[in-house]
Structure formats: structure tokens, C-alpha cells
């Protein structure tokens, strides 16, 4: 039966086993990317006197084959498997560059999950890499650096890689083959991972590898996995909104821009940045949330004691529910706003921009100018937020968190980010000026 190329699909997943004079068990992974073929890292098989594939490991499915090296370019190889089977061939995406991080998963077999004992038999099982990626990063080597949701404690033995065997591994993003992973280098951590960039192909002038592939001729030919973002009128005006209040300009603030991006793309659920009066921290989070990096959708709230109507939790619910019905793709009941609503919307919201390939991003600021009674703005701030949600809040110093912020609240013990004054001007907006 022919089966869809269409996303990661398990049933192609493969362990490389290597036969080398060198190493006797060396492994990999790899994917299926026809009936006959294989694609995984070259260093894989390098030196190889023997490679062979075993896919649907312990199903009814399972096989394992001889395979060969049909046709190999930088740190990526072709492997030829028969006799060939009925598979659609695989479909790959192009990764602009632009300004986005990009929500990616893959399949393979690395070494910290090795499973079973001498008695019973030993295996490695498969392993669901969920990760994103931060897109101009690694420009220069051509490569995706792919930050893990929830990496692996490091070996204990420090002569291995946690992640060993994970190269060759496929990495997909909405619904296309973009990469393999080909490394994780020691000084990045075990929650990152390198992957070879499909696209970098066009740049290597590897026109034999990319036909043997099944690539168009041209990168541009190739869809975008970044789609642009479509936005409502609803959250049009809410735009126009965070508009307003953000500076015309923001001088001077690159890295702290940069900053923001990287905490949005890593596994940290909550990031609170404090400052003092005139520090710039309204100009910079909202000069972030009006102009997000492409992969992210910000839903945004700024709580100021100067506009009435704006500065307390009925407010920040009413605003909130409505941005996140919309990225839902949920109709809001007539006259329905109230705080219960959040913990749902927040949820299918976080789902529906995973599925599409995106972050969502909840950003609070003035959370010290909060003048409602009780629930807080920040009791109202998800205990435990969605997989694919990130929270950032602003504030000044004090006066500190309302005491209906429960103990186990992650604003309890989130990575606070102090800020100074900028040592250069902001030339700011007619809007709230806020600091």
C-alpha cells in the first residue's frame, strides 16, 4: 500500500547499523525518502565494510536489509535499500531567510534511550524530537540549530554523547523534510542540536545529489515552511494598539531584541523583565510584540494606571480572550470575556500555532501598575502553561508579586531579567510613552 509522504511519518524511520574496522556496532538514523532509498549523515557510514537498515523495529512490519552508499555530499548521504517498495517519495520545504523561529520534529535513535539488559535483550527505542529553530542562526555552516524541548541529562559516561546515534535523523516542519542531524556539539549543550539544511544544497553546487533527491532545480521552487501570517481585523486593531505605544524607532537595543527571540525559541516557560522608571523596557517588549520574528504570534496586554479600563484583570481577560479566540479560529460566545475562559483559549491557541508551525507568545507588561482588586493580572498568568506557549512580563522592581500569586506560580521562580537605562536615545511614539 502506498502511503502518504505527506509529515514525519514513524513507519519510515530508520536505524543505521554500521559495520566499520574501527567500530563493529556503530549506529545511526535515518529516513526513508523513497521505496529504495535511505537518507542520513555521511559520517555515519563513513569507513563502513558493512550498513544495514532495520525499520518498524518489534511490529509486524519489521525488516531488516543490506543497504549500500548510492551517493554522498558534505555531512549527508544517499543509502540505496532493496528490493524496493511501493512509497511515495518524500516531500521537502525550503527555510527562508528571515527573521522567525521555526517549530520543527524529527525521529531517530539516540543513545539515551537504550532500553533492556544483558538477560532480556537490548535495543534503542525511538526517540520524537520536538524542538524549534532560531532561523539565522548557523548561517555561515548552513546548518539549523535546533533547541530541545526536554534534552537528555548528559551521559554518564563522558566519553559519549547523550545524543550519539541521533545523527541522520530527519527533521521536518510543516509537513516537509528541511534537515538531518548531523551533530551536538559539547560547548552548546545536550539541548541542542545541528542539522544539515536541505536548502544549503543550492549554495553547494551538488546538482548530482540534489537529482538524485528528487529536488527542482531552483531553492525558490521548493515550498516556504514559513508561511506569512494572516491576521484578523480583530487583531489588526490590537496591532494598531501595541503600535501606539511602541517607539517609532528603537536605537541601540539589538541585543536585548535578540535576547527576547532566543527566550521565545528555548524551553524556558517564563522570562520577567525588570527595570527602573525610564529604562525602556515598555519601548523594547512592545517594539517585540508589534514586530515579532516570523514563527511567533504574540498576544499582547500593557497594563497602564494612566487609561482607565486598562490596568486591572477584567481588562487584561477581555483583551487577552479575544486575540486568542481569534488565533483559535474559536467564535467567541456574545458577551463572553470572563478570566475562566483563559486556560482553554491559551491551550487551543498554543495547539492550532504548533500545527502551523508557530510560537505563541503571551507578553505582559507594567505588571507593577496592576490597580484591580483581586485577581491579579499575574494570578491570572497560566501555572502551567502549554508546551508551545511562552509568557514574558515586564515590570519595574516593586512592588513585587500580589500575594494571590500562589507559591507554585512559575513568576515565583522564573529567570528574572534585570535591565538599565540604554546607553544610547530611543527617539518614541505620541503614544502612552511609557517607560
Known amino acids: ?61 519489521e525488516w531488516t536489509r543490506d543497504a549500500h552508499v548510492l551517493s554522498q555530499d558534505g555531512d549527508l548521504a544517499i543509502l540505496v535499500v532493496g528490493p524496493p517498495d511501493e512509497l511515495t517519495p518524500v516531500r521537502y520545504g525550503r527555510v527562508p531567510e528571515r527573521d522567525a523561529v521555526l517549530a520543527c520534529t524529527g525521529l531517530g535513535f539516540p543513545r539515551f534511550k537504550f532500553r533492556g539488559d544483558a538477560s532480556s535483550g537490548t535495543y534503542r527505542d525511538l526517540c520524537h524530537l520536538v524542538g524549534s529553530a532560531p532561523v539565522l542562526s548557523n548561517r ?46 559539547a560547548l552548546e549543550g545536550a539541548g541542542r542540536l545541528e542539522a544539515h539544511r536541505i536548502d544549503a544544497l543550492y549554495r553547494s553546487g551538488a546538482d548530482e545529489f540534489r537529482d538524485t533527491l528528487g529536488l527542482p532545480p531552483l531553492a525558490e521552487d521548493l515550498p516556504d515552511v514559513l508561511p506569512p501570517v494572516t491576521r484578523s481585523l480583530e487583531l489588526e486593531m490590537h496591532q494598531a494598539e501595541v503600535a501606539s505605544i511602541a517607539p517609532l524607532r528603537l536605537v541601540g537595543r539589538d541585543g536585548e531584541l535578540a535576547e527576547l527571540t532566543e527566550f521565545c525559541s528555548g524551553t524556558d516557560p517564563y522570562l520577567w523583565w525588570q527595570a527602573g522608571p525610564w529604562a525602556g523596557k515598555t519601548a523594547l517588549v512592545s517594539s517585540f510584540a508589534v514586530a515579532p520574528p516570523d514563527g511567533m504570534r504574540v498576544v499582547s496586554f500593557f497594563i497602564t494606571a494612566r487609561l482607565a479600563g486598562q490596568a486591572d484583570a477584567a481588562a487584561f481577560s477581555s483583551s487577552v480572550i479575544r486575540q486568542l479566540a481569534e488565533i483559535a479560529e474559536r467564535p467567541l460566545p456574545l458577551g463572553a470575556g470572563g478570566p ?34 483581586r485577581p491579579s493580572v499575574a494570578a491570572l498568568l497560566p501555572r502551567r502553561p502549554p508546551d508551545n506557549l511562552r509568557v514574558l512580563v515586564a515590570s519595574r522592581h516593586h512592588p513585587g508579586l500580589p500575594d494571590d500569586v500562589p507559591g507554585d506560580h512559575p513568576l515565583r521562580g522564573c529567570r528574572i531579567r534585570p535591565s538599565s537605562p540604554p546607553p544610547t536615545p530611543m527617539t518614541w511614539s505620541s503614544g502612552l510613552g511609557r517607560n
Open 340 to 373: 475562566g475562559l483563559l486556560p482553554l483559549l491559551l491551550t487551543e491557541a498554543a495547539g492550532r500555532c504548533a500545527g502551523r508551525g508557530e510560537r505563541l507568545v503571551l507578553v505582559v507588561d507594567g505588571l507593577d501598575e496592576d490597580q484591580g482588586a
Open 140 to 185: 555561515r555552516s548552513g546548518t539549523l540549530e535546533i533547541t530541545v524541548s526536554s534534552p537528555p541529562d548528559p551521559d554518564p559516561d563522558p566519553a559519549y554523547s547523550a545524543w550519539e546515534g541521533m545523527s541522520g535523523a530527519p527533521v521536518f516542519a510543516a509537513g516537509r523534510l528541511i534537515a538531518v542531524i548531523t551533530a551536538n556539539h
Open 1 to 61: 500500500m502506498t502511503r502518504s509522504a505527506e509529515g514525519l511519518d514513524v513507519t519510515r524511520a530508520v536505524e543505521v547499523i554500521v559495520k566499520s574496522a574501527q567500530v563493529p556496532g556503530r549506529r545511526g538514523s535515518g529516513y526513508r525518502i523513497t521505496g529504495s532509498t535511505v537518507l542520513t549523515a555521511s559520517h555515519v557510514v563513513s569507513g563502513s565494510v558493512r550498513v544495514r537498515v532495520r525499520c518498524n523495529a518489534d511490529t509486524p512490519e
